[in-house]
């Protein structure tokens, strides 16, 4: 429910900036509406990838629909860089020929559009953005946020000196402002697809930590992911001393524990042996 809301109310005022941007002939105000549009995009995007990763997992797919929300969050990353290469190349093209701005009414949009992030920024505050998803679309609308600062003070500078150049000046930095958090947003979406290794997650820390549990001597062929914001997943061999069964299962419990608690993983898959691997990551595999 709160996604929606602030999905229609950010799309109804990316409208109203176009229009404004158009009226007031101002770049910068034009590209806080693309960003705006953007915006829109990533809110949908999220609900969508909500719907979607609700769904069950089937035999085909075990883990479910959990990673599409990571491809959102990808796609939102790529169609911002998209919107700032697209606004540094109007900003350039007004440094060699400035058209007509009109301050006043840019200042006015501008001023609106400012409060309405407002709005949805405290929205998505309530969701929460430790899911990638919606931090891509808090980052989107932060962004935003900040563009709109620029814009109005553009629109002052221009309203009360005349001073054009501002505008495209301060298209610049908006565009570089998206670009930046579209950047970190595919780096970060990126590693997830790629199933490296967790920020802040240390894996030689794992198997020190496994090691310090009596019985357990080793653990190898260690491997770590996210399988979606929030979620991470382990898998390893453990190579403990030869013992009971039941001596085993308690050793495997507490061996779950640590790495709840002290890494965040909570699935973990582990393979108890009692032969060393002479790689400490990966088992080479024999016919």
């Known amino acids: 429910m709160t996604l929606t809301m602030a999905f229609c109310i950010t799309i109804a005022m990316a409208v109203i900036e176009t229009v404004g941007g158009i009226l007031s002939n101002s770049l910068a105000l034009l590209g806080d509406a693309g960003h705006m549009f953007m915006d829109s995009f ?33 796609v ?24 007509e701005i009109r301050g006043s009414l840019m200042l006015i949009v501008a001023l609106v559009g400012f409060f309405v992030n407002l709005i949805v920024l405290s929205l998505l505050k309530k969701v929460g953005h430790d ?3 919606i931090k891509g679309a808090f980052l989107h609308v932060l ?32 565009g570089g402002i998206i670009l930046r958090g579209a950047i970190g947003l595919v780096t970060e979406s990126g590693r997830v697809l790629l199933e490296a290794t967790p920020k802040g997650i240390n894996v030689i820390d794992i198997i020190n930590e496994t090691k310090k549990i009596e019985g357990v001597r ?22 403990i001393e030869d013992q009971m069964v039941s001596k085993a299962s308690e050793i495997l ?28 990551f990966i088992c080479k595999l024999e016919a």
């Open 253 to 280: 419990a507490k061996v779950s524990e640590i790495l709840r608690k002290k890494f965040g993983i909570a699935h973990v898959t582990i393979q108890v042996e009692c032969e060393k691997c002479e790689d400490p």
């Open 143 to 174: 962004g935003d946020t900040m563009s709109s600062i620029g814009v109005i003070i553009a629109a002052l500078a221009i309203s009360f000196t005349g001073v054009k150049l501002v505008d495209p000046l301060m298209s610049l930095i908006i």
């Open 42 to 74: 990533a809110l949908g995007l999220s609900l969508f990838a909500f719907e979607v990763a609700q769904k069950p997992a089937t035999p085909s797919r075990t883990y479910g629909y959990r990673r599409a929300e990571i491809l959102a969050a990808l």
């Open 218 to 239: 080793d653990l190898h062929d260690l491997h770590v992911w996210t399988i979606t914001s929030g979620l991470h997943a382990m898998s390893g061999h453990l190579l």
């Open 76 to 99: 939102n990353g790529i169609v911002l860089i998209l919107v700032a290469i697209y606004i540094f190349y109007e900003a350039y093209s007004r440094f060699i020929k400035m058209p």
């Open 131 to 133: 899911n990638l998803n």
